[in-house]
């Protein structure tokens, strides 16, 4: 289509003081977690308290960024922004450390054959904006 | 302990396409519709409970009401149920007498109406909008297909959802789609977000509606049979659906369920009539089991096989729901005026003197829950 239509850009997110370190992270690409000292478990999305017992004893690692995929659906009504993409994958992964995280899966047709639940993906990192965003794909062997 | 009812209920006028209606004005017409219904005057309104905006400070304000109780709870769709609940607490703590819940949304003409965009540094705003979710068809749904993994729901079966509530809406003339639909029409309507086809999400209207909610023992001062507030529950999981601890199965809607179950004093063999808020197809699957009328992946099945429908023995949605009757984005009032109008004797597709109902609501995608249980009869 001729455009003079104007599209409106992708949402970038605005980082936090807690969520900083995780954005700092994709931006070197690592995808850091955090854990907490106490009860040992790993959490997602950052906060400065462990989610499974109430500790503030909780540091930043960086996860292996190995994953499955949990759930998705495919999207057919564009977000704004998202209107070249259609139809688009809007994924849940299981990371490997255990928490679950949003994301859109790079590298596969966004299909319902192409998009088998707990296949194994991989973190890939792209940049928007003044961020940089983990996004998933396929592992590469 | 004070036994609490609902004596006053009712729609606006008209229910659908309304753009000569703001928000603002549709709060005002249920709540009119409301007093008029419990035989009061606003003068005897001594609380006030609804969501922002425009929020119960506005909405009194309209109507020249001076509360001495004041619930501005929103926790999207069910907060109508919750404020039910906070308004039994406050009517056994003697806080106020007389209370009036409304809701009004100009959800499709967007009359006076507020848009909702996450704010880019909330946790929604920097970990779900960034991946191009776009409002409940892009959220909500996203569970699905890990449940029909573990459990083998059939698309069908998710299909059959919306042609079992089209059969209520078929009784209803005031439900919005009325034609008879089959599982082949459901699945071949366009795709929005796979797996969920057009048929299977709710739909977008404008509407209203109101509810007086007082003591039981003045029962007898109002024009209409009584509706008795037997238990009530609420409880929240996640402000972002990635979050939702277990993909198959909603911890809110079990937890609220339970404590007004436990309240009520009854199990589900008790249950006359049902109302699960039904945004979406799949919700009634996960609102059936997390109530326990059915054991884990039992509900696709269960429905499918007519036992929710018109004839059979559980009847669920009888309005038509969300798929069918009316959705204004926040659908929970909708949902106990149907309960209500069972009770009462008055609905349009109407059970054979039903004498318990209940009534299950979602707020947000999975965030919010509240489950009220309503009876014709005080508690025995």
Not at chain 2, 31 to 52: E, M, Q
Request: charged content about 15%; aromatic content about 8%.
């Amino acid at each position: 289509m001729v455009g003079s239509v104007s599209v409106a850009a992708k949402p970038v997110p605005v980082p936090t003081p807690e969520t900083q370190p995780f954005w700092d992270g994709c931006a070197v690409g690592e995808l850091r977690l955090q854990r907490c000292g106490d009860c040992g478990r790993a959490y997602f999305y950052p906060r400065p308290v462990c989610p499974s017992c109430g500790s503030r004893n909780v540091s930043w690692f960086t996860a292996s960024g190995r994953a499955t995929l949990y759930s998705y659906v495919i999207n057919h009504r564009p977000a704004p922004g998202f209107e070249d993409d259609t139809p688009y994958a809007i994924a849940v992964v299981q990371l490997e450390e255990g928490p679950r995280m949003m994301t859109n899966i790079t590298g596969l047709p966004a299909t319902p054959e192409a998009l088998e639940l707990d296949m194994p993906l991989r973190v890939r990192f792209e940049p928007r904006g003044d961020v940089t965003l983990p996004m998933f794909g396929p592992e590469e062997n | 302990m004070t036994g609490v009812i609902i004596a006053g209920a009712a729609e606006t006028d008209r229910l659908g396409k309304l753009p000569d209606h703001s928000t603002l004005q549709l709060h005002i017409e249920g709540a009119l519709n409301a007093v008029a219904d419990a035989g009061l005057s606003l003068r005897d309104i001594d609380g006030i409970a609804t969501v922002s905006a425009p929020g119960p400070v506005q909405v009194a304000h309209a109507l020249g009401i001076t509360p001495d109780w004041i619930d501005g709870t929103g926790v999207g769709g069910t907060s109508f149920l919750l404020h039910v609940r906070h308004a039994a607490a406050a009517i056994r703590a003697g806080y106020a007498r007389t209370i009036l819940i409304t809701h009004g949304e100009s959800g499709r003409s967007r009359v006076g109406a507020s848009r909702f965009r996450p704010d880019a540094s909330s946790p929604p705003g920097q970990f779900e909008a960034p991946y191009g979710t776009f409002g409940p068809t892009t959220t909500f749904t996203i569970p699905l297909l890990r449940y029909m993994k573990e459990y083998g729901l059939t698309h069908e079966q998710l299909a059959y959802v919306a042609v079992a509530q089209r059969r209520w809406a078929a009784k209803n003339p005031r439900a919005a789609f009325r034609d008879p639909i089959t599982v082949e029409d459901v699945l071949a309507s366009r795709m929005v977000a796979y797996p969920f086809h057009l048929l299977e999400c709710c739909l977008v209207t404008d509407g209203g509606g109101a509810l007086i909610v007082t003591s039981a023992d003045r029962a007898a001062e109002f024009p209409k049979p009584a509706v008795h507030v037997l238990g009530t529950g609420e409880s929240s999981e996640t402000p972002m659906i990635s979050q939702m601890v277990d993909f198959t199965e909603s911890q809110a809607f079990r937890l609220a369920g339970r404590a007004a179950f436990a309240e009520a004093g009854i199990g589900v063999t008790d249950v006359d009539h049902l109302m699960i808020y039904d945004a979406f197809a799949h919700v009634p699957i996960y609102g059936l089991e997390a109530l326990g009328f059915v054991a884990k992946g039992e509900a696709g099945p269960f429905i499918a096989d007519g036992n929710t429908e018109p004839g059979g023995p559980l009847p669920l949605n009888t309005n038509g729901g969300g798929l069918s009757y009316t959705h204004t984005g926040m659908y929970g009032m909708f949902a106990i005026q149907e309960g209500v109008r069972q009770l009462r004797g008055e609905a349009a597709a109407q059970l054979d003197a039903p004498q318990i109902s209940v009534i299950l609501g979602n707020g947000g995608m999975f965030a919010t829950s509240g489950v009220l249980v309503l009876g014709r009869s005080p508690r025995s």
